[in-house]
């Protein structure tokens, strides 16, 4: 058997002078045998990186199904003939022109998940201590099983991920200048998915069907308006959208901006007592707002309002890591709430913007929302003094 990577293909004639083949070939074998050349490749972009790799942690998918990726070799000297097939010969690399950000987000996630279970390994190799000191110890044996199970899990999905195949297009003996146009033109006609669109038809993301479900189902949500075609502006009085609503049950739910691999394991396991859970902080808020909630005259139409609220709700949601079944009484603090533009305690917080709105914009850092939290937390206080002092 010869060294290098197998590609059990054939090469085809194509424009007169260059060859192209497309062959299946393991995802471990992308993220050695190919290479990316500044010159021809536009800049990496981390952020569509991370939403893809985000796509494969949260699905929990047996095998990856991407599109096509296109590459190129420019010297077919670079392979040899064996009885097998054809080899690239070892050192010899792969350019990418299509599908770069797919490739480094299955690498990004081959890490993280090697990350993942090198801290369960600590977590293991500490329980085992303990469990020598004390071997008597019901809950220790009960943890300790668990941990294995769960890297076992996270190990068997790591390996699944690195022999998936990707359908590949090899491009053959095209320069440098060439390729740069191919990449051109396989980029020219892309057309993106709606986000909205994306997730009210994802069935696979356990969030994402959660949240169809509550749309579907809840009579306040209905009112309010739920935007399912495109994002919302400010002429769409719909109160919030799939993806807004994807953000506020990810922060509802873990307490984090972002979706993880271990909240949709949570989710998946058992999704009814999160669809409840998210059921419960609409059917809680809603009522305590304006009568049309996603009008822009309120702030509650407000993406940074609706996922502060998320993240206030829930610091109550859990107690001890317990759920807690009282949660949604933190969110009477709404009653009676200013969600005019001239709120004095938000107006203080945030200012106004020269169309003598609050200054709400939506930014990635968590400023806005921490001061709205911080807010909340005041009101609530506010609410428990008033109480006890009745």
Not at 7 to 29: N, R, S, W, Y
Not at 72 to 78: E, F, K
Not at 160 to 176: C, D, F, R
Not at 324 to 336: A, H, M, P, V
């Amino acid at each position: 058997m010869m060294d290098g990577l197998c590609l059990q293909m054939t090469i085809h004639p194509f424009c007169e002078k260059f060859g192209l083949a497309t062959v299946a070939i393991k995802v471990q074998d992308l993220l050695n045998y190919t290479t990316i050349d500044p010159m021809v490749q536009r800049k990496l972009s981390t952020g569509q990186r991370r939403k893809i790799a985000n796509y494969l942690q949260e699905r929990e998918l047996d095998r990856v199904f991407f599109g096509p990726v296109t590459l190129s070799l420019r010297d077919v000297s670079h392979l040899s003939r064996s009885g097998e097939g054809l080899y690239l010969r070892p050192g010899s690399k792969l350019s990418i022109l299509d599908g770069q950000h797919r490739i480094l987000a299955l690498g990004y996630v081959n890490e993280q998940l090697q990350k993942e279970a090198r801290q369960i390994e600590k977590k293991l190799a500490a329980l085992k201590i303990k469990q020598r000191k004390d071997p008597g110890n019901i809950e220790v044996a009960e943890e300790l099983g668990q941990l294995e199970g769960l890297l076992n899990q996270i190990e068997k999905r790591r390996l699944e991920l690195m022999e998936s195949e990707l359908a590949v297009q090899i491009y053959i003996g095209l320069t440098e200048d060439e390729e740069k146009q191919l990449f051109g033109d396989i980029n020219s006609k892309v057309q993106l998915v709606s986000k909205e669109i994306g997730h009210s038809f994802d069935s696979v993301d356990p969030i994402n069907l959660v949240i169809q479900q509550v749309v579907e189902h809840n009579m306040f949500l209905k009112g309010a308006g739920v935007e399912k075609r495109s994002n919302l502006t400010a002429y769409n009085k719909n109160f919030t959208s799939f993806s807004w609503m994807y953000s506020v049950a990810t922060i509802l739910f873990s307490g984090k901006m972002q979706a993880s691999y271990e909240l949709a394991r949570k989710v998946r396991k058992d999704p009814s007592s999160y669809t409840e859970i998210l059921h419960q902080f609409y059917t809680t808020i809603l009522p305590l707002m304006p009568e049309q909630p996603g009008s822009p005259q309120f702030t509650s139409s407000s993406r940074v309002v609706q996922e502060s609220l998320a993240m206030f709700a829930h610091r109550y949601l859990f107690v001890n890591d317990q759920y807690n079944r009282d949660w949604t009484s933190c969110l009477q603090i709404l009653e009676g709430f200013d969600w005019s533009h001239e709120n004095e305690r938000l107006v203080e917080r945030f200012g106004k913007l020269d169309n003598g709105k609050l200054n709400l914009v939506h930014e990635k850092s968590l400023r806005k929302h921490v001061k709205l939290i911080q807010l909340f937390e005041e009101m609530l206080a506010e609410r428990k003094s008033e109480e006890a002092s009745a």
